[in-house]
């Protein structure tokens, strides 16, 4: 059993919410030394590698990668990070919000 014992605490650099991702100290250590997050990783979501890499909270996730990031079926795609201007974060987070 991989016992993961490393609490990574991410703060979203879009949202500003605080939230951990939990992986093996070991895999840890080989992936700041340069292994790839899908190879130092292989038991993690998607969505976790992702936030490992961006540090994307996985609601800011949800809105920037939109019905394909629900679809949970990015492995061994590559993933395009997209850059928004002001006005298209400001919609996002307010679609994230509820505010106008
Ligand atoms: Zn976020």
């Avoid at 292994?35 to 961006?54: D, G, I, K, M």
Wanted: hydrophobic share 35%; net charge negative; with cysteine.
């Amino acid at each position: 059993m991989m016992n993961r014992n490393l609490e990574l605490t991410i703060v979203c650099p879009f949202c500003g919410k605080l939230f951990s991702v939990a992986v093996r100290e070991e895999d840890y250590i080989r992936y700041q030394r340069g292994a790839l997050v899908q190879n130092a990783f292989p038991y993690l979501t998607a969505t976790e590698r992702e936030a490992l890499v961006s540090g994307m909270c996985p609601d800011c996730q949800g809105v920037y990668f939109g019905e394909e990031y629900e679809e949970d079926d990015w492995e061994g795609e590559d993933i395009e990070l997209i850059t928004l201007d002001d006005d298209e974060l400001e919609s996002a987070l307010a679609r994230l919000y509820g505010k106008a």
